[in-house]
């Protein structure tokens, strides 16, 4: 409570993200950890081909390394483009929503219905509309059966979406192997086999 009064006494707003979204609203998640670990991996790249590899790196060199690929990677430009590509300042809600929004993709895949999983809002209407009492247990009942087999409707088409992913990711990467050749040809008299 302190914090939050320390807060409001000195005009700071506070951002409480959602929780598991940091990955998506957090500005440094989104935006900056990505170069910083870049300019780490160089500095690093660049101490080990300077001491021709035959210095290990020690902890009292770690945060030398480390400051240089900081002061490289979080520049005043790039910390206002973080918060930008965030949509928390200048506040723009649509830069977060154009992430979660179907592409032309999804939407020609064919729907088992007229409506999309999304759509569970015009159902409700259409239940509405069509029913003449709404107030019945018979009505509610109706509209709570819908509701759910339409999330169930749309949970199935994402874990049937994620493992046709995962078969054709899976697919590529199967290599065939070929066997080495291990038994000696009898022409074989000496030497290394390779």
């Excluded at 320390?6 to 998506?24: D, E, G, N, Q, R």
């Excluded at 490289?72 to 949509?87: M, N």
């Excluded at 209407?125 to 003449?132: E, G, I, N």
């Amino acid at each position: 409570m302190d914090y939050i009064e320390y807060c409001k006494a000195h005009k700071i707003l506070l951002a409480v993200f959602p929780p598991h979204s940091t990955h998506t609203l957090q500005p440094l998640d989104v935006v900056c950890f990505k170069p910083l670990s870049s300019s780490y991996s160089d500095a690093l790249t660049t101490h080990l081909f300077n001491t021709q590899g035959l210095l290990a790196v020690q902890k009292g060199d770690f945060f030398q390394l480390f400051w240089r690929a900081w002061e490289r990677s979080f520049t005043p430009q790039l910390i206002l483009k973080s918060f930008a590509a965030t949509g928390i300042s200048p506040i723009n809600a649509e830069v977060i929503l154009k992430r979660f929004s179907k592409g032309d993709d999804d939407e020609s895949e064919a729907q088992p219905c007229a409506l999309l999983e999304s759509d569970w809002h015009q159902i409700e209407r259409l239940v509405r509309s069509t029913v003449r009492d709404t107030a019945t247990e018979e009505s509610k009942s109706l509209s709570r059966t819908l509701h759910q087999l339409q999330v169930q409707n749309a949970v199935l088409q994402h874990e049937n979406k994620g493992l046709r992913d995962t078969l054709t990711t899976k697919k590529q990467r199967k290599a065939t192997g070929k066997p080495l050749p291990l038994q000696r040809e009898e022409s074989y008299h000496s030497g290394a086999t390779f």
